[in-house]
């Protein structure tokens, strides 16, 4: 069993805002968002966070009454079907596992540039070497159970948020570069470059940015009156995070002209890095380290987040029964560690000597948000169907368990088919065919290994029952047997009172 009571409202919130990471957000989707939607890239984070506001609240409500590790595996299992709860298990584990493996690739990027920094030669053996550092140090404390997870993540959110907050005021006070003045038009689509279009690809990196709220509700078990924390840890964190990561984005904006802006965006490495040298010249290193603190720190957060989801699965039969297995001593989900740390050693490399490391970092994060999306899309079908008793209760229930997660599904499908299916395919194969391909064959995996389980639990539930109706045929049979035992007995007694008479 995980650890009960283990976590209160801030262990709780404090994983979710790591997840989120401030840091590692601008550090790593400005690039790509100012690539897409230009100055745009606040439009495209404000969107975002209206798009998730609704599979927020399904999040909160659904948890507070269906607390439970496994969250969209449980709630679609009990809503809809075993069948249908197993996928969506699946669809999960890879939406936190990917996430997880992106962290490696990020951690091995600002290694390389620190490396160069400091002088020394920096090219893809660097950025292995930093791949490895990227999985081993988080490791050592994920294994090692809950409670320091959480301990280390906090430490590591507040020097990167500092530094963060300090970065972009000096962009503010020292800036608008160019002559450009500061305004409200990068919340305007007409500072997208290419108007929609161009919103719409950026807004698979702003859904990323608010991914991992929800790995909060991963807590469930592990958290002090997880019913009312849970839910006040998910709203929470990401209210304070909308926040803080539109004005950071905004101010990253005015950090130079848009030409250069777009020609780093569009470069081989992090453009954080290069904005920084502009500002703080040799004092960019801290960029450097936090991108790396933030990495580790999102690397906990989504370790634990995809293990807790692997482990209710195999408690509950969806996957191998190794992966519900807990140690005894840390109380963590052992062997479903191994699998997330495996992938998140083997993947950045493959990708990262196959491309480039950065162009691995943009795979992966574009790859990762259609599984965020396909998990958020059925937490609402959760709270529609869940709550379906509750609907017509009163209008604020109307508006719960109807309206919000009604426009939820809306949101997050049709996101899903506009910018995977539509603007990715266009944009070959490299950082969108590719992408497409990777995911549906993905789910489609997913579909087999549902079969391949739900195959195993009818043969399964065929032998016990022939097992039960064997032990119930010996019963029958021995007492068939000891009735016919007592007949023969009272026959001879009756013979021998005739032979006396």
């Given at each position: 069993?995980?650890?009960?009571?283990?976590?209160?409202?801030?262990?709780?919130?404090?994983?979710?805002?790591?997840?989120?990471?401030?840091?590692?957000?601008?550090?790593?989707?400005?690039?790509?968002?100012?690539?897409?939607?230009?100055?745009?890239?606040?439009?495209?984070?404000?969107?975002?966070?209206?798009?998730?506001?609704?599979?927020?609240?399904?999040?909160?409500?659904?948890?507070?009454?269906?607390?439970?590790?496994?969250?969209?595996?449980?709630?679609?299992?009990?809503?809809?079907?075993?069948?249908?709860?197993?996928?969506?298990?699946?669809?999960?584990?890879?939406?936190?596992?990917?996430?997880?493996?992106?962290?490696?690739?990020?951690?091995?990027?600002?290694?390389?540039?620190?490396?160069?920094?400091?002088?020394?030669?920096?090219?893809?053996?660097?950025?292995?070497?930093?791949?490895?550092?990227?999985?081993?140090?988080?490791?050592?404390?994920?294994?090692?159970?809950?409670?320091?997870?959480?301990?280390?993540?906090?430490?590591?959110?507040?020097?990167?948020?500092?530094?963060?907050?300090?970065?972009?005021?000096?962009?503010?006070?020292?800036?608008?570069?160019?002559?450009?003045?500061?305004?409200?038009?990068?919340?305007?689509?007409?500072?997208?470059?290419?108007?929609?279009?161009?919103?719409?690809?950026?807004?698979?990196?702003?859904?990323?940015?608010?991914?991992?709220?929800?790995?909060?509700?991963?807590?469930?078990?592990?958290?002090?009156?997880?019913?009312?924390?849970?839910?006040?840890?998910?709203?929470?964190?990401?209210?304070?995070?909308?926040?803080?990561?539109?004005?950071?984005?905004?101010?990253?904006?005015?950090?130079?002209?848009?030409?250069?802006?777009?020609?780093?965006?569009?470069?081989?490495?992090?453009?954080?890095?290069?904005?920084?040298?502009?500002?703080?010249?040799?004092?960019?290193?801290?960029?450097?380290?936090?991108?790396?603190?933030?990495?580790?720190?999102?690397?906990?957060?989504?370790?634990?987040?995809?293990?807790?989801?692997?482990?209710?699965?195999?408690?509950?039969?969806?996957?191998?029964?190794?992966?519900?297995?807990?140690?005894?001593?840390?109380?963590?989900?052992?062997?479903?560690?191994?699998?997330?740390?495996?992938?998140?050693?083997?993947?950045?490399?493959?990708?990262?000597?196959?491309?480039?490391?950065?162009?691995?970092?943009?795979?992966?994060?574009?790859?990762?948000?259609?599984?965020?999306?396909?998990?958020?899309?059925?937490?609402?079908?959760?709270?529609?169907?869940?709550?379906?008793?509750?609907?017509?209760?009163?209008?604020?229930?109307?508006?719960?368990?109807?309206?919000?997660?009604?426009?939820?599904?809306?949101?997050?499908?049709?996101?899903?088919?506009?910018?995977?299916?539509?603007?990715?395919?266009?944009?070959?194969?490299?950082?969108?065919?590719?992408?497409i391909a990777f995911d549906a064959g993905c789910s489609f995996l997913a579909v087999l290994a549902v079969l391949a389980t739900s195959a195993a639990t009818r043969r399964e539930k065929l032998r016990r029952a022939a097992s039960t109706s064997g032990g119930a045929s010996g019963s029958a049979h021995?007492?068939?047997?000891?009735?016919?035992?007592?007949?023969?007995?009272?026959?001879?007694?009756?013979?021998?009172?005739?032979?006396?008479?």
């Amino acid at each position: 069993m995980l650890k009960a009571n283990t976590l209160g409202l801030l262990g709780a919130a404090t994983l979710g805002m790591v997840m989120l990471s401030p840091a590692m957000t601008l550090y790593g989707t400005f690039g790509p968002t100012f690539s897409a939607a230009g100055n745009a890239a606040p439009l495209a984070f404000c969107l975002a966070l209206l798009a998730t506001a609704p599979t927020a609240l399904s999040y909160a409500l659904v948890a507070r009454d269906h607390p439970s590790s496994g969250v969209v595996s449980t709630w679609i299992a009990r809503a809809i079907s075993p069948a249908l709860g197993a996928w969506a298990g699946w669809m999960a584990f890879l939406y936190y596992a990917l996430n997880f493996v992106i962290m490696p690739v990020s951690f091995g990027l600002f290694f390389t540039d620190l490396t160069a920094a400091a002088g020394l030669p920096s090219g893809f053996a660097t950025y292995a070497l930093g791949v490895l550092f990227g999985s081993l140090i988080p490791a050592s404390i994920v294994y090692r159970g809950i409670a320091p997870s959480t301990k280390g993540a906090l430490a590591l959110l507040v020097v990167e948020t500092a530094i963060v907050v300090a970065l972009c005021i000096t962009v503010i006070v020292a800036s608008p570069l160019g002559g450009s003045k500061l305004s409200g038009a990068g919340f305007h689509v007409a500072a997208s470059p290419d108007g929609v279009p161009g919103l719409f690809k950026s807004l698979v990196f702003g859904m990323l940015g608010f991914c991992g709220f929800d790995v909060i509700s991963t807590l469930s078990e592990e958290t002090r009156m997880a019913r009312k924390l849970i839910p006040q840890a998910t709203l929470l964190s990401l209210l304070i995070y909308g926040g803080f990561i539109i004005g950071g984005i905004y101010c990253l904006t005015y950090a130079d002209t848009p030409l250069r802006l777009h020609a780093l965006a569009n470069g081989s490495g992090m453009p954080i890095t290069q904005i920084s040298k502009v500002y703080w010249g040799r004092g960019s290193i801290l960029i450097v380290i936090t991108g790396l603190t933030a990495a580790l720190g999102i690397s906990i957060a989504c370790a634990v987040g995809a293990s807790r989801v692997l482990f209710s699965m195999g408690r509950a039969g969806f996957a191998p029964k190794l992966f519900g297995q807990v140690h005894e001593r840390f109380g963590v989900p052992w062997h479903a560690l191994h699998v997330i740390f495996t992938a998140g050693l083997l993947g950045p490399l493959l990708v990262g000597a196959l491309a480039s490391p950065y162009t691995a970092f943009v795979w992966f994060c574009t790859t990762t948000t259609y599984f965020a999306m396909i998990t958020y899309l059925l937490v609402n079908v959760a709270n529609l169907v869940l709550n379906r008793a509750r609907t017509f209760e009163s209008a604020t229930s109307f508006l719960l368990y109807a309206v919000v997660p009604s426009v939820g599904v809306g949101v997050d499908g049709y996101i899903l088919v506009r910018t995977f299916f539509i603007e990715l395919w266009q944009q070959g194969w490299a950082t969108g065919q590719s992408v497409i391909a990777f995911d549906a064959g993905c789910s489609f995996l997913a579909v087999l290994a549902v079969l391949a389980t739900s195959a195993a639990t009818r043969r399964e539930k065929l032998r016990r029952a022939a097992s039960t109706s064997g032990g119930a045929s010996g019963s029958a049979h021995a007492a068939f047997g000891a009735v016919e035992t007592q007949l023969a007995q009272a026959l001879q007694e009756r013979r021998v009172r005739d032979a006396k008479q």
